[in-house]
C-alpha cells in the first residue's frame, strides 16, 4: 500500500477515531488503527470491539492494499509532523512515513488481525444534526456516568405521537425533551451518552447538517453516519425505567423564580454543603424562596430569593445542590418555574415560557 | 458423547464448552484465546438431522462475531466435531454475557468490582472491562463477567445484568450516590405515590367525583346486583360485562356507581382512557361536531378511549344522527373489547323512540335494574353522607329522615341544610330542627315545569303505551285508571293546576275525581315502588322538554 496524505487531513481523521482505540486493547490489533487504501478511497478505522469509527481520509493512491498500524504511536508521529504532503508505504510488517522533516519506520501488523467491521445496512433514516445537539445539551447532563447500569449511561429517544421524546436519568433527577419532529426509527433507541457526544463532536468538525441512522437488532447494533464518518455502536440492551410513572402531575405549590440568581445562591449555599452530600434546603413561602445550607465545622449559608407565587401553601424541600446546578450550566435558563407536591415526592422544574422541557429531581429527606 | 446426539442439556453444552476452551487454548495465542473464544461461548447445541449438530455461539458484539467468522470459527469447529463426533454447523448470536461459561482455569479476579471513577470505560454494555493494575498477566478479560459454573464464588459482584427489570434495578442499590439519604426516583414508594397523585388528577379532568367511590356507596339487597357488577367491571374493564346498563329512577345510586366504576379503573392503572359524559353532553358535542363539520375529529375523540361513560344515555332517543354516531361509537370500542357503561332512568325496552339496533346492543350486555333505596339502605346512606360532612347524627334522627325521604340525593340535601343548621345556627339536632328542615325542603322543591298538559298527557300516554283519548275519556280499566290518576298527579303536583281545571282536561271530569286521584297517587307512592319509579321517570321526561 503506498498513499499521498496531507499532514493536516490525517490528523483530523485519527483524532476522529480516537474514543474507539481502547487504551488497554486485549488483542495488539485493538490498538491499531486500519488503513484501507482501495481504488478511489482511502479509509482509516478503529474498534475497541464496542465501538467502531470508520472515516475517509483524502489522499492519493499510489498501489492498493490494506494496512493496521499502531495508533498511539502513529497519532503522536503525525501530529508533531509539520503541515504538508505525508507519503505511507506499507511493505510487509513495516510502514514507512516520509515528510520534508524526515522519515519513520513503523512496525504494522496484517490487516488479517483486525477485527471485521459489521455490514453497514442499506436503509439509512435520516435525523437532524441539531436535534441530537440539542438533546446533548439539555438532556445528556442527566444520565449516569455508572457504567454498571449501561441503560441509564445512554439516554432514550422515542416517538410519542408526532413527536420526539428524549429522555435522560441516572435514577435521581430526569431530564425530559420533546421534539416536534417525526422520529425516523421503528423503535425506542437507547444511544450511550459517550457515542452521542462523539456524533456531535465530530458533526461540528465536518459541519455536516444530518446524520443517518439505522439499527440491526439481530447484530445488536447501531450504526451512525456523519458525512463520511460511520459509528457502529453496540445496542445498549435492558428495559428503561418507566420514567412517564414519576412525573408528578398536580403541585400543591408552584412558583417562578430568576434562574442566574437561583444558581448564585446554590453555589454558595454548595461550599458548606461538601460535607452533607450537597444538602441545599430550599423553604418557600407566598414572598420568596430561602435557601440554606450549613456544615456544623465550616459555617452555614443562607440567602433569600424573589419568587412569583402561582399557587399553593408554603413549602420546604431539599435538594442535591449538584443536581439543580449541573442542569442549570447545561440549559443556562433565565427563568424557572417550579411545582412540587410534599417534600418528600419528586419535583418538577421547568424553563418558564419554554415548552416541551421538564426536570424532575428526588429530593432528600430532611431531618427538623 | 456421541449416543447423546439427541438433545443437549444446558449442563451438556457448559461441559462440552469446557472441554473444548481446554483443547482451543493449546492451539491458538493467549491473546486470542481471550479475546474470541473466552467471551464468546458456546450456548447451545441442537441436532440438525442426518447426524449434524448446530453449535450457537453467542459474541457479546457484532464485531465479535464476524472476526470469528473470518478468523477463528475453522478452530472452533474443528475442536467442536472432534468432541461431539457429529459434523457441526456454527451459528452466531449476539447477547450479553450475563451468563456465559468460563474457562476452568480461569484466575479469578482479585478485586470483586472496578470503580467506575478511575477506570477508563470504552463504550461498553458490559461492565467495565479494565483491569485493575498489576493484577494479572492476562490483559483486558479478566475483570469480565465470566461466570463458572464449577466455581461460583468467583463470580461475585462484577456482574449487574442489563436486562434486569426496574424493580430489581432499584432495589439493588449497588449504585453509591454522594447522595446516601436521597430516595431512588424510580423506587416502587415513589411510583405508586405518583400514580396515586395522577389518578386524582385524572378524575378530575375527565369529571369525575372524588367523593363517588365504591367505598362510600352503601349496598342493600335492591342495588347488590348492581355494586357486585360495578366492581367486576371496574377491576377488569372490557372483559367482565360489556356494555353494563345500570338502570332505576332518580337517586337510586346510577351515578354514584359509574363515578366509582371511573375512580377505581384509574386507581389501579391512572393512564387510563376514560371519557365521561351525559347523554345530553354526548348529543350537543354531536350537533357541535356536525355544524363547525369537524365530525372526524369527534370520532377520534370517543372511538380512542378505553373506557366510556355515559350517564342518562336514553337522552339520545329520538335524535337520529346522534343515534347513529353513537352506534358506530359503540361497535367500535366494542370491537377493540374497550369497556361502556350505560345508566339510564328505565331498560332499553322502555325507551322511546331508540333505534332498534341500539337496543339491541344495550340489551346483549349486563343489564341491571336498581330499586329505590328501601328504608334500612336510606337510614345507611343517611348516615354515610353525615359522616362524610362530619356531623352525627343519632340513630332514630336518621330514621325519621329516612322514613320521610324516598331518595337518596333529596337526602344529600339534608344533610347539607341539616350541616349548615348545626354549623352557623349553633343548632342541636334533634327531632324539631329535622320536621322543620323535611318542611322547608318539600316547599323549596316545588318548582313549577314549564310544560304545556298537552305534554304531560302525552307522555303518560308513552309511558303506559296507551292512547292520550283513552286516558281523557270515560272507560275505567284498570290500566286507564292508573295512568288517568297519574296524568291528574303531575298536573297538580307539577303544573300547580287546580282540581277543577285539571277535572276539565278529563272530559269535563268533576274537582272531586282529581283530588280522589292526586291522594290515590300521594299514597301509593310511599310504598309501591313501581309507582314510583313511574313517576320519577315521567318527571325527568318532563323536565327535559321543560328546559
Known sequence: MKIDVLQENLHAALQQLSKAISSKPQLPALACVLFQASKDSVTVAATDLY???????????HTEGQSAVPAKTLLEVVSSLPPGQLTLDVDGTTCLITSQAGKTKLP??????FPAFPELPTELATLDLAILNDLNKSVSFASSVDQSRPVLTSVLLRSEGDALQVVGTDGFRLALKTYPVAFPLAQSLLLPVKALQEIVRI????TADTVKLA???????????????????????????????????????????????????????????????????????????????SASASGEYSGRLDVTHIQGDAGTIAFNGRYLLDFLAALKPTKLWFGMTESLKPALFRLDGVEGFMYVVMPFRVNE | MSERATSYSTLDVQHIWQQACTNLQQQVSPAVFNTWILSNPLTALEPLGEGKIKATISSPTAFHATTIKKNVSEYILHTLTALLEHEVELDFVIKDPGQTVARPASPPPTTPSVSPVTATPPLTTTPSVASTPGNTPIPGLTANPTLSPLNASQTKATVELVNTSLTALTRQSSYSPQSPRVEQLFSDTTIQSLSYDRAIVMARQIGLRPDYTFETFAVSGTNEMAHAAATAVSNKPGTAYNPLFLYGGVGVGKTHLMHAI??????????????YCTGEEFTNDIVRAIQDKKALKFKEKYRSVQVLLIDDVQFIAGKNAVQEEFFHTFNALLKNAYQIVLTSDRPPHEINLLEDRLRSRFEAGLMIDIQQPTF???????????????????????????????????IEGIVTSLKSEVEL????????????????????????LKVHPNDVLR??????????????????????????????????????????????????????SAMHAFRKIEQGLVENETLQRDISALRMSLTAISR
Open chain 2, 262 to 275: 371511573g375512580n377505581n379503573i384509574l386507581k389501579n392503572n391512572p393512564d387510563t382512557k376514560i371519557f
Open chain 1, 215 to 293: 439499527v440491526s437488532t439481530e447484530l445488536k447494533q447501531l450504526f451512525v453516519v456523519v458525512n463520511d464518518t460511520h459509528f457502529f455502536i453496540r445496542l445498549i440492551e435492558g428495559e428503561y425505567p418507566p420514567f412517564e410513572k414519576i412525573i408528578p402531575s398536580n403541585f400543591t405549590l408552584e412558583v417562578t423564580f430568576d434562574a442566574e440568581e437561583f444558581a448564585a445562591h446554590i453555589k454558595r449555599a454548595l461550599i458548606f454543603a461538601r460535607d452533607s452530600s450537597n444538602i441545599v434546603k430550599f423553604s418557600i413561602d407566598e414572598t420568596g424562596m430561602t435557601c440554606t445550607a
Open chain 1, 51 to 61: 465501538l467502531g469509527i470508520k472515516t475517509v481520509v483524502p489522499s492519493t493512491i
Open chain 2, 459 to 512: 307522555a303518560v300516554a308513552n309511558h303506559y303505551h296507551i292512547k292520550q283519548s283513552a286516558i281523557k275519556g270515560q272507560r275505567r280499566t284498570q290500566e286507564l285508571v292508573l295512568a288517568r290518576h297519574v296524568a291528574m298527579f303531575l298536573l297538580k303536583e307539577e303544573l300547580q293546576m287546580s282540581f277543577v281545571e285539571i277535572g276539565r282536561w278529563f272530559s269535563n271530569r268533576d274537582h272531586t
Open chain 2, 376 to 410: 334500612e339502605l336510606r337510614t345507611a346512606i343517611l348516615l354515610i353522607k353525615a359522616s362524610a360532612h362530619n356531623i352525627i347524627i343519632p340513630m332514630d334522627i336518621a330514621q325519621l329522615i329516612a322514613s320521610k325521604v324516598d331518595s337518596a340525593r333529596k
Open chain 1, 203 to 206: 458533526g461540528a468538525q465536518q
Open chain 2, 425 to 448: 345556627k349553633n343548632r342541636e339536632i334533634n327531632v324539631d330542627l329535622v320536621e322543620e328542615i323535611l318542611k322547608s325542603e318539600t316547599s323549596l322543591r316545588k318548582k313549577t
Open chain 1, 108 to 113: 504494522c501488523l496484517s490487516s488479517d488481525e
